[in-house]
């Protein structure tokens, strides 16, 4: 309803008083957050404001004297039409006039949330294919799903076609009174099957090393190939045209990228991008000597936080400039055709967290790290690919040793993939008295953590299972028993880690 301004002091034989200028109300009908702020204001100027008396549907109501105005702000109005007044009564006026000045205004006040229903779209293939959203919204002036806005017909009916699947994004249901429906869109891509195993991009480049990963491909061993993007040491293993990658010298033209993901493709194998996002020496390293300290982690005298991982070792996850780089690293990869990003090192450095400053953080670090996955994931998506987050095996049950709340991150990504790695647990854990020598018993256990951990989240859960000795020797047995585990677990996918890049194909069934 627009708002009518009525002037009182008008009647037969009377002489016109002035009027009291009146501000403060919305153009139409006021919603729920208007409400809150509404303030109407009285221009008492030339007058007493002390004398202003007010009402509300004809209730007196008590404002407050600001200067020569007067200031009435709501506390409590049903929905419906209201009439607030205005006057200075005629004792308080001299001369010819017979009734004081006056102001009045009627207005509406709607604060009831417009209908939403809201039908899930279809899953798509990938992010790469269009969706379409459907609903109704019969009190709704605008319809908008992230950045794209819909008018819903006269019926309330609205579609919204959509360039990609809008996972974790919201449908929102806005009305003429500025009222809010929100209904969240749990719908997302179906992740194909995934049997991978990890290439760092000098074993790609390396033509032994590669042709034992392609006859895998050959022999249907392996799906997908997970290969590096960014490594541990910050080198971006192809030449990256992300200004920062070429500025630090991280860009390293160790394989061509493109033609890397043609030949995979063409053999039908998915291709999912590994970045190390923030154990980063090339980056941190290049920050602290060019004067942007707070790009680092600092012990508590500012200096770069020293690890096992080296002296200037990790970047700060809070800083945005960091955390842009490895978006745009992974807009990039997404853009060149590789079907998914895998974040790994999405955490803080391990240690006391007193002994760690990570300059404008603000709020939990566990917080952060899940709003940088939440930062990146639209970009990701919209240039198509699907995005994971490799996470430590403790943090389903320990969340605050490295940054790593698996809820939280589940809710930012298509897959959470841990690092259950037998040889990393010790003795007892699980129950289990000797985890490297009971691979099925500890990759089994750890499942049902992670799975009640994404449980409604809309996140899937994909294990890095282990493919190399440590404290225990590895072969086919061993790595089929972890396999077996996450199948009888309900998961059929996984990756296989093996530093060397040298894998046990005997404990992969051809398909």
């Known amino acids: 309803m627009i708002v009518l301004l009525v002037f009182a002091g008008l009647g037969a034989g009377r002489s016109p008083a002035p009027d009291l200028p009146l501000s403060g109300l919305p153009a139409g009908p006021v919603g729920a957050a208007a409400l809150r702020d509404l303030t109407l204001r009285v221009d008492a100027t030339g007058h007493d ?25 709501p506390e409590e109005l049903a929905d419906g039409e209201h009439t607030f007044t205005a006057e200075i009564p005629p004792g308080g006026v001299t001369g010819w006039l017979r009734d004081g000045p006056s102001a009045a205004a009627t207005f509406t006040v709607d604060t009831a949330a417009p209908q939403l229903d809201v039908t ?3 899953t798509a293939a990938s992010y790469r294919d269009p969706v379409t959203v459907r609903g109704r919204a019969p009190d709704a002036e605008q319809v908008s799903i992230g950045t794209h806005s819909v008018a819903p017909g006269p019926d309330g009916n609205f579609v919204s076609e959509l360039p990609h699947s809008p996972t974790g994004s919201e449908v929102v249901a806005v009305d003429a009174a500025g009222n ?35 006859d895998m491909a050959r022999q249907g061993r392996i799906d997908t ?20 990658a070429r500025t630090t010298g991280a860009a390293t033209p160790i394989y061509e990228a493109r033609a890397a993901l043609r030949q995979l493709h063409d053999m039908g194998v998915a291709v999912v991008g590994r970045i190390v996002a923030f154990r980063d020496p090339t ?26 991982y080296g002296a200037i070792a990790f970047t700060n996850f809070a800083h945005p400039e960091v955390r842009n780089y490895n978006i745009a690293l992974a807009v990039e990869a997404a853009e060149m055709g590789f079907d998914g990003v895998m974040y790994d090192y999405v955490r803080r450095p391990d240690g006391s967290l007193s002994s760690m400053r990570f300059p404008g953080l603000k709020g939990p670090a566990t917080q952060a790290v899940a709003a940088f996955l939440g930062q990146s994931r639209d970009p990701v998506h919209a240039a198509g690919a699907h995005q994971g987050a490799a996470v430590y095996g403790i943090a389903a049950t320990r969340p605050d040793q490295i940054a790593q709340d698996i809820r939280l991150i589940a809710h930012q990504v298509d897959f959470v993939a841990p690092m259950i790695y037998p040889s990393h647990w010790g003795p007892g854990e699980y129950g289990v008295a000797d985890p490297n020598g009971q691979p099925f018993d500890i990759v ?18 994909i294990p890095w299972l282990q493919d190399f000795s440590l404290g225990a020797n590895y072969g086919d047995a061993q790595v089929r028993a972890q396999i077996d585990a996450t199948y009888r677990s309900g998961i059929d996918s996984f990756f296989l880690w093996s530093p060397s890049v040298e894998y046990h194909a005997g404990a992969l069934d051809p398909l």
Do not use: C
Request: no cysteine.
């Open 444 to 461: 089994a256990a750890s499942l049902r953590d992670f799975l009640s951990a994404t449980k409604d989240t809309g996140a899937t859960v």
């Open 225 to 244: 190939v997970q290969l590096d993007i960014k490594d541990e040491d910050g080198v971006v293993g192809y030449a990256s045209k992300v200004p920062l």
């Open 283 to 308: 980056l941190a390293e290049w920050a602290w000597h060019h004067g942007r300290p707070d790009w680092v982690v600092q012990d508590p005298a500012r200096q770069p936080y020293s690890s096992h």
């Open 49 to 73: 404001p002390h004398a202003v008396q007010l009402a509300v549907d004809g209730s007196p109501v008590t404002g407050q004297v600001d200067g020569n105005n007067v200031l009435y702000h």
């Open 180 to 214: 809010a429906t929100t209904r969240a869109l749990t719908t997302g891509i179906d992740l194909p099957r995934i049997r991978a195993v990890h290439v760092t991009a000098y074993a790609w480049s390396d033509d032994g090393m590669r042709n034992a990963v392609l």
């Open 120 to 122: 899930q779209p279809e």
